[in-house]
């Protein structure tokens, strides 16, 4: 068995996300972050370049089957959307090539905004789905405090009542729900005071992600993220000793991810490579060879092999 290191190496790819998914080795990938473009929801052109809800959802379409062949039977996927978008993706497309496991809702608590003929927008869905029963859940690794504290003080010393028995509150905190409340980043990140225009439009808040890989993947289990952004899935996953796949299409964002994977208190060991199939192959070798895996499970029933 090979130890896999504290601080787990993360591969770059400087690619279309299409191509690269389309050129992964079968059954190696154990947890997929995948946050794409919403569809013109970000005034920015990588947001804007479908003419409709049809040719976006045509788009997702393209690559959600090379993803389903290249996750493990014990892969998870999490697919941020807005609820809109959401409810497409998860009924056309993942729904049936994959097991639902939670629709949840991010609570984004992104400052104020007043529509005049709807509600004030402050959430965004992210589908939970499993390649098979197999797929881990450590819900204990995620487990969040108590919010009656006064009761669970009580409850610590002598128990309370419940279905004949006592029942003590668990040390770890209580188990997460589906509904989580995460500050945006651009919040977290204030300066004097006030919010600034963050290096990337979409960056998800580092302790989000660091839900989603402590809960859906093991330690030197491969993660892949085919639209790292500003890297925040490496970011996480990397001191957690899972190696990391970055896959980003646009080159102005590589510099982002390489100072903050460099700021890390142990930066990884960053492997870059181009879009060629042989040298994607070469660096999935080894990432796995460092997480300790052989990258050989049963295939997926149904799916259908990346060559």
């Not at 993803?67 to 978008?85: E, V």
């Not at 952004?229 to 970011?235: E, F, H, R």
């Not at 510099?255 to 490579?273: D, F, G, H, N, S």
């Amino acid at each position: 068995m090979v130890a896999v290191p504290s601080v787990a190496p993360v591969g770059l790819v400087h690619a279309d996300a299409g191509a690269v998914l389309e050129a992964l080795p079968p059954r190696c990938i154990q947890l997929a972050v995948l946050d794409p473009p919403y569809y013109r929801m970000v005034d920015e052109p990588w947001d804007r370049q479908w003419e409709s809800e049809e040719d976006y959802v045509q788009w997702v379409g393209g690559w959600i089957d090379p993803l389903c062949a290249a996750l493990r039977t014990d892969g998870s996927t999490y697919l941020f959307g807005t609820p809109r978008m959401a409810a497409k993706l998860g009924t056309m497309l993942l729904e049936p090539r994959l097991e639902h496991r939670s629709t949840i809702t991010w609570v984004k608590r992104d400052g104020f905004s007043a529509p005049r003929t709807t509600y004030a927008r402050s959430q965004e869905q992210i589908l939970y789905y499993a390649a098979s029963a197999a797929a881990p859940f450590h819900r204990d690794a995620i487990r969040e405090p108590y919010r009656s504290t006064k009761r669970i003080r009580a409850a610590t010393r002598t128990g309370i009542p419940k279905d004949g028995r006592r029942w003590f509150p668990n040390p770890k905190g209580r188990l997460a729900t589906d509904v989580w409340e995460f500050t945006s980043q651009r919040h977290l990140e204030k300066v004097h005071g006030r919010t600034v225009r963050p290096p990337h439009a979409t960056i998800k808040p580092t302790a989000l992600i660091g839900r989603i890989v402590a809960a859906s993947s093991d330690v030197g289990g491969l993660v892949l993220d085919p639209f790292a952004g500003s890297g925040t899935t490496a970011v996480v996953a990397a001191p957690m000793s899972r190696p990391t796949v970055l896959c980003e299409k646009e080159e102005r964002y590589l510099p982002l991810i390489r100072q903050r994977l460099a700021a890390l208190p142990k930066p990884p060991e960053v492997l870059e490579v181009g879009p060629r199939r042989s040298e994607l192959r070469s660096l999935i070798g080894e990432l796995l060879e460092a997480g300790g895996d052989d990258g050989h499970t049963p295939p997926l029933p149904g799916a259908t092999e990346a060559g």
